[in-house]
């Protein structure tokens, strides 16, 4: 059986295009998908059902029994932190603010870790966005900032810029400019027109000089900025003024890089300087497929996008004190609940030793290195693959995620809900 | 020497399952100018060990002429995030690029991922 249109669960440009195959209830082929989409579709390491650490080793256990000591977990709790979301949809990230409310926990998603500051930023100057429809259709000059999309997003060249023919823009390899910017020669600075290779951390800088220049203020420019010639600046400041339509996309060279949200600041500081001249729009990469969903589904609910702390019975938002890397490395937490994401390979190590110390129940379809710290992992089905559901794609627009076999797991929403349902027959937190 | 870390296609291509050897090689490969390479006199294949403050972990050698000398590029991963900083200066996120590390030559192995999550309390899966 051959499943058509169907959205790739892998990151946020949640591909609407691919065709998979399946037999016997397993995935065979994927058309149209890129290396990272069909290996999440081909991938088969899932855990078989619920396991429990205990002294000996690794025990299995009935899903009744996981669900059941879950909910006792958060429920003896002071303060848990129910952290992840990304790899999951809309519903089941709903299901998990209102599990953090009633607990008077702290939720927060991966979006800490990677373009936390963009929405810092954002809060601070607006965010000039628009679709990706838009870019593809418009933009003639498009700006890849401290990301790799070859390599995170490799279907973003070829379905919305590049490589891809757009409304407006007949022939877009040969009008559309391409402007790279890294500290790094990657395989997107391969295909650019224009390279920007920066010096480490010389990003606020350069933002900053180009801000003079389009401003009329070049003058003041020196010779050379953070390895950047005075003279490429200017050419690269020319080209974007003088675009139809440019289009500004950045990654966590970005948000992880010295200055944070002062750098992103910066850029849409350029954004709106440019859209003086001209039409410009800024779109940050984000990266797992539906990071994005959680920060509209939790502002939506609590008014904040991520790192909630619900311990005062209202809704309390400080990224910095609030946010699970701040919040593991102060010790401050005494359970963990983890969804869809693998804060142990991703945090520094200061932050995860602090999940060896506490109970950790993980919601994952697959072992990963979080199952190491786990108490309680049960397997779930994949968003997209086995589970339907809402995913945001990285310009905002919601999409549908289709079920294209059941392999008889539960998804995230009926166990959170399970939980939840414990928790209220308890008599709440 | 400054570190940086980022995502690749071979590290995106196991995320999903990270106890693969793949995943294991992948995020504990460290690029290097080959000018800093023949400075420590060490070849690609080669292990070093990145220290930081208290933490260290030791990574492979790999030779790129895409990293400016004086810095190493290496797979956003465990073995990286051994030695990243947790501090996060209030914005939520640590610096888990440009970060001043100090790099040298080194005989010991490459740990496993699963070493890793042992040496900071957790338990291998091996089931
Ligand atoms: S670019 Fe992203 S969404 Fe598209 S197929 Fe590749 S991994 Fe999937």
């Known amino acids: 059986m051959i499943v058509r249109d169907v959205i790739c669960p892998f990151c946020a440009c949640l591909c609407d295009d691919l065709d998979v195959h399946v037999e016997e209830g397993r995935v065979t082929g994927v058309d149209n998908a890129c290396d990272l989409g069909s290996h999440k579709f081909m991938t088969d390491h899932r855990m078989e059902g619920p396991v429990r650490r205990t002294a000996s080793g690794w025990q299995d256990i009935p899903l009744e029994e996981a669900i059941r000591e879950t909910a006792e977990l958060l429920q003896a709790a002071e303060r848990p932190l129910l952290y992840g979301w990304s790899g999951t949809c809309g519903e089941a990230q709903s299901a998990g603010v209102h599990l953090a409310e009633r607990v008077g926990g702290i939720i927060d998603a991966t979006t800490s870790v990677c373009h936390g500051p963009s929405i810092l930023a954002i809060q601070e100057v607006g965010h000039p966005g628009c679709t990706l429809g838009q870019v593809k259709n418009r933009a003639d000059v498009v700006v890849y900032w401290?990301?790799?999309?070859?390599?995170?997003?490799?279907?973003?060249?070829?379905?919305?810029?590049?490589y891809t023919d757009g409304f407006f823009v007949k022939n877009a390899f040969k009008e559309r400019r391409l402007i790279l910017a890294d500290i790094?020669?990657?395989?997107?600075?391969?295909?650019?027109?224009?390279?920007?290779?920066?010096?480490?951390?010389?990003?606020?800088?350069?933002?900053?000089?180009?801000?003079a220049i389009v401003r009329g203020k070049g003058d003041v420019v020196p010779p050379e900025v953070a390895g950047v010639s005075r003279e490429q600046l200017f050419?690269?400041?020319?080209?974007?003024?003088?675009?139809?339509?440019?289009?500004?996309?950045?990654?966590?060279?970005?948000?992880?890089?010295?200055?944070?949200?002062?750098?992103?600041?910066?850029?849409?500081?350029?954004?709106?300087?440019?859209?003086?001249?001209?039409?410009?729009?800024?779109?940050?990469?984000r990266g797992h497929f539906n990071v994005y969903g959680f920060n509209e589904v939790c502002t939506w609910m609590t008014g904040y996008p991520y790192a909630v702390d619900f311990s005062r019975g209202m809704a309390f938002y400080n990224p910095g004190e609030t946010t699970a890397v701040d919040i593991l490395a102060r010790k401050e937490c005494d359970m963990c609940l983890v969804v869809a994401s693998d804060p142990?390979?991703?945090?520094?190590?200061?932050?995860?030793?602090?999940?060896?110390?506490?109970?950790?129940?993980?919601?994952?379809?697959f072992p990963n290195l979080t199952t190491a710290f786990a108490r309680i992992q049960i397997p779930v089905a994949v968003s997209g693959i086995d589970a339907e559901g809402t995913a945001y794609r990285m310009d905002g627009v919601p999409l549908r995620l289709r079920k294209v076999l059941d392999r008889g797991y539960p998804d995230d929403v009926t166990i959170l809900s399970e939980i939840a349902r414990r928790i209220g027959e308890g008599g709440g937190a | 020497m400054i570190l940086n870390t980022g995502r690749t296609i071979p590290q995106g291509n196991s995320v999903e399952f990270k106890p693969s050897p793949e995943y294991g090689a992948e995020t504990s490969r460290a690029f290097l100018a080959p000018l800093d390479l023949m400075d420590m006199g060490i070849e690609a294949g080669d292990r070093v060990r990145i220290r930081c403050g208290s933490r260290s972990a030791v990574l492979t050698a790999s030779a790129s002429d895409d990293v400016l000398p004086g810095s190493l590029f290496v797979p956003y991963g465990p073995h990286a995030n051994h030695v990243v900083p947790a501090a996060t200066h209030g914005t939520g996120m640590p610096d888990f690029k440009g970060i001043?590390?100090?790099v040298e030559p080194t005989s010991d192995p490459v740990r496993s991922v699963w070493d890793l999550m042992e040496d900071l309390g957790g338990k291998r899966y091996d089931r």
């Open chain 1, 146 to 162: 401290g990301c790799n999309p070859q390599h995170a997003h490799p279907r973003h060249l070829s379905r919305y810029t590049t």
């Open chain 1, 235 to 285: 050419r690269i400041a020319d080209l974007c003024k003088k675009a139809r339509y440019g289009a500004f996309f950045f990654g966590m060279g970005l948000t992880q890089t010295a200055g944070k949200y002062k750098n992103i600041r910066n850029a849409i500081e350029l954004v709106d300087e440019l859209n003086r001249h001209t039409k410009w729009t800024l779109t940050p990469m």
């Open chain 1, 184 to 211: 790094r020669g990657t395989d997107s600075t391969n295909v650019a027109d224009e390279v920007v290779r920066l010096q480490p951390g010389g990003d606020y800088a350069v933002l900053g000089a180009l801000r």
């Open chain 1, 344 to 365: 142990a390979a991703h945090f520094p190590a200061e932050a995860v030793e602090h999940l060896a110390s506490i109970p950790v129940v993980q919601l994952d379809p």
């Open chain 2, 100 to 102: 001043a590390v100090e």
